[in-house]
């Protein structure tokens, strides 16, 4: 089945010290985001790529960084994760653009997260 | 800027009975497309049912259905027939259908189903 996963689905770093995160999909998508969720609250952006092009949200703290090697594949890095990083981070995908099925316009697929817990 | 709005921080039903989740959004655009997303224990965020904006119609899948009212700028979620499984936080979700591609999401609703 076509999904996103998630790896690992648990990480703990210890404050201070470089973590990256990966996601990968099979589904062909050209637009992958970045959320972080902390604990109740909903899902907020922290960036997003459309094909190759890197769109980060204004108040996306400079300590997370993101990098897309190819379609397939994309990562979170935190360089320095702090006490007030731990939380559930949402990869999600979409398809957009010329050929998006009409009844799939704006979706967004959700991976598993990874919990991440700072110590 | 698009806002959205869940006022049920927790909502409870009695299983086989149909349960209401409230969404409104704010915005100026005529054309969107708006989202319920279901968050299991799990954590891993499910596409419920989506409703296009120029649609009159109300979507449905199966137990789920929205009341979708344009002009009142509200979207709410009928689920009929509840079953255990359907316990997770709900999150309402909007989308501009122009060049902003990211989701707005509302502060979800924690529906817990009795026995």
């Known amino acids: 089945d076509a999904m996103v996963i998630q790896n690992p689905r648990y990480q703990v770093t210890q404050f201070g010290k470089p973590v990256t995160l990966s996601c990968s999909q099979t589904?062909?998508?050209?637009?992958m985001y970045w959320y972080q969720q902390k604990s109740s609250q909903a899902p907020k952006l922290l960036f997003h790529?459309?094909?190759?092009?890197?769109?980060n949200e204004a108040d996306t703290p400079d300590n997370f960084q993101s990098r897309r090697p190819n379609t397939s594949f994309c990562f979170l890095d935190i360089r320095s994760p702090g006490l007030g990083d731990a939380a559930m981070y949402l990869c999600?995908?979409?398809?957009?653009?010329?050929?998006?099925?009409?009844?799939?316009?704006?979706?967004?697929?959700f991976g598993p997260g990874t919990r991440l817990t700072v110590l | 800027a698009q806002t959205v709005t869940q006022s049920q921080p927790e909502m409870s039903v009695q299983e086989a009975e149909t349960v209401t989740l409230s969404c409104t959004y704010d915005?100026?655009?005529?054309?969107?497309?708006l989202f319920w997303y279901k968050q299991p224990p799990s954590r891993q965020m499910i596409l419920v049912i989506r409703?296009?904006?120029?649609?009159?119609q109300n979507a449905t899948e199966n137990r789920f259905s929205v009341n979708f009212q344009k002009a009142a700028k509200s979207f709410s979620l009928k689920i009929s027939d509840s079953q255990l499984g359907d316990a997770a936080m709900y999150f309402c979700?909007?989308?501009?259908?122009?060049?902003?591609?990211?989701?707005?999401f509302g502060s979800g609703t924690q529906l817990t189903v009795l026995p």
């Open positions: 999600a995908t979409s398809r957009s653009g010329q050929g998006t099925p009409s009844g799939r316009a704006g979706e967004q697929f």
């Open positions: 589904l062909n998508h050209n637009v």
């Open positions: 790529y459309y094909d190759k092009d890197f769109n």
């Open positions: 979700a909007y989308r501009s259908s122009r060049s902003a591609r990211q989701l707005t």
């Open positions: 409703q296009e904006a120029y649609k009159q």
């Open positions: 915005t100026s655009e005529s054309d969107y497309y």
